[in-house]
């Protein structure tokens, strides 16, 4: 009893230390990447003692990311504006960072580990619930975006977060419709059980994700997930060129840490779900509980952990794949209209979404279950 | 009880880490207060004025509008889930709920609700 508290403790800790270090990681790939991107070098000063020079490696600016950057945010002042409201000032980035922190709790990272007479889920806790939980918890981020911009007192930051809330809360209905076709296909909210209802093949090579059932809701969903994650081209909260840098203008230090921290950790929600519901999570083509089966007929046996870490790793590289495209787009596109914005969700990708629900639903009731 | 102990566990540590991120500057930053650095920002311009006032009414509508919907959404759930046993009377009665649904939004957009231009 004690020992399955103390795993699922680890795993608690683990899952949350990962997000916050992976949306780390992705700050610093946006900066050099963004660099690349641009023909610019990027952050390249930062060293510890000259090392990296003296051993004539180049200075990717990991130093800068990891090291400097937070000790200089983490001992900046604590500057609230003479007009805010103090409390909420300081709620505010919290409510943005935590909600997206908690909603990892039912997104499994791999199959069942089996350690001798312990089996082992590697998810933090197996909700039947799931899906309604991640809903749930996404929602209460929108409180971030709207009492930060309020509570700073200035007008620059209130439009910011009064465009935040209404665009959040419209690309919302579409997140919803998207994840109710998939929860159709596969008639239950637990996120492990849909993974494990992803494995095996069609006519022996196509892997049996949800992409091929639901190609449209996974592209809804990709739309819906930049869109809450407000990045380009759906930045209009933050719009530099036009609002200073919307609801967090005012915000400095480790409270604006948070709501930058809280951007990149929404990507990574946004790609595990497309990784969970859409490309088999944890699943690896042709590996199953036993090994790889591949299409020729040839088995190669594998030992349980090592298909546990095959699939935890396979999670990761999804994850980290959908995590660069969402860059890649927030560095090629520029920025929508408001007005641009408000009818592609509500005019656009809000009727699909419901098309693509009656097709689903028709088509399961069609063939009577089979699938 | 034990199923959420896991939540539990990761809401605590979860707060805690988000917590100190946001208190931190509190306790290891220096302080000086200025009355011009605690004036709102406007690229430099004397503030002009607090900024709680009134702002447009379409905000408020689309968040009527969200409200209506996310509920019918929330709704399709439990559906969703039972599609199979529910079989055609199922779709049927989810098909009126959707067309109702569906023309809500139609109407929506006839009054101009989500005219922003």
């Known amino acids: 009893m004690l020992i399955d508290l103390i795993i699922s403790a680890i795993k608690a800790i683990f899952v949350v230390l990962l997000v916050l270090n992976l949306s780390a990681v992705l700050l610093w790939f946006e900066r050099k990447g963004s660099a690349l991107i641009q023909d610019r070098i990027g952050a390249n000063r930062a060293g510890l003692f000259g090392i990296g020079r003296r051993l004539g490696l180049p200075n990717l600016g990991i130093i800068n990311t990891f090291i400097a950057d937070p000790l200089k945010i983490f001992t900046k002042e604590d500057f609230v504006p003479d007009r805010a409201d103090k409390f909420l000032y300081t709620l505010a980035p919290f409510l943005a960072l935590f909600p997206v922190l908690i909603s990892f709790a039912p997104i499994p990272f791999g199959d069942r580990l089996i350690v001798g007479s312990h089996q082992i889920e590697l998810v933090v806790c197996p909700l039947t619930a799931g899906i309604l939980y991640i809903l749930a918890a996404l929602g209460l981020g929108v409180y971030g975006a709207a009492l930060g911009g309020w509570a700073s007192n200035n007008r620059w930051a209130l439009l910011g977060s009064v465009r935040a809330s209404a665009q959040l809360i419209s690309y919302e209905l579409t997140m919803g419709l998207s994840i109710i076709a998939v929860v159709m296909v596969y008639g239950t909210l637990d996120l492990q059980e849909i993974c494990r209802a992803q494995s095996g093949t069609w006519f022996g090579w196509l892997p049996k994700w949800g992409i091929v059932y639901q190609p449209l809701g996974f592209l809804l969903l990709l739309v819906a997930g930049i869109a809450e994650s407000r990045r380009i081209p759906f930045d209009l909260p933050e719009g530099e060129s036009e609002l200073v840098a919307g609801y967090f203008t005012e915000y400095s230090g480790g409270k604006q840490a948070a709501f930058m921290l809280a951007d990149f950790a929404e990507i990574v929600l946004v790609s595990a779900l497309i990784s969970t519901l859409f490309f088999g999570g944890w699943q690896v083509p042709y590996l199953q509980s036993d090994g790889f089966h591949l299409p020729g007929g040839t088995w190669l046996p594998l030992s349980n952990p090592v298909v546990a870490l095959l699939g935890f790793v396979a999670f990761g590289i999804k994850v980290v794949f959908f995590c660069w495209l969402q860059i890649l787009i927030r560095w090629t596109l520029p920025r929508f209209r408001y007005d641009q914005l408000m009818t592609l969700g509500w005019k656009g990708l809000l009727p699909l979404g419901l098309v693509n629900l009656m097709v689903t639903a028709v088509a399961i009731v069609a063939v009577g279950g089979s699938v | ?117």
Not at chain 2, 22 to 46: H, L, M, Q, W, Y
Not at chain 2, 68 to 95: C, H, K, M, N, S
Request: aromatic share 14%.
């Open chain 2, 1 to 117: 009880m034990t199923t959420w102990f896991p939540v539990a566990l990761m809401t605590a540590f979860a707060a805690l880490v988000v917590g100190l991120m946001v208190t931190i500057n509190a306790i290891v930053g220096p302080r000086s207060r200025d009355p011009v650095k605690g004036e709102a920002f406007e690229c430099g311009n004397p503030p002009s004025g607090s900024a709680w006032r009134r702002f447009s009414v379409h905000f408020y509508l689309t968040a009527i509008l969200f409200l209506v919907f996310d509920v019918e959404v929330v709704f399709l759930y439990p559906w969703a889930v039972t599609i199979r046993q529910l079989g055609a009377t199922g779709l049927v009665e989810a098909g009126i709920f959707i067309v109702l649904m569906l023309a809500g939004l139609i109407y929506a957009l006839r009054r101009g609700m989500l005219d922003w231009s």
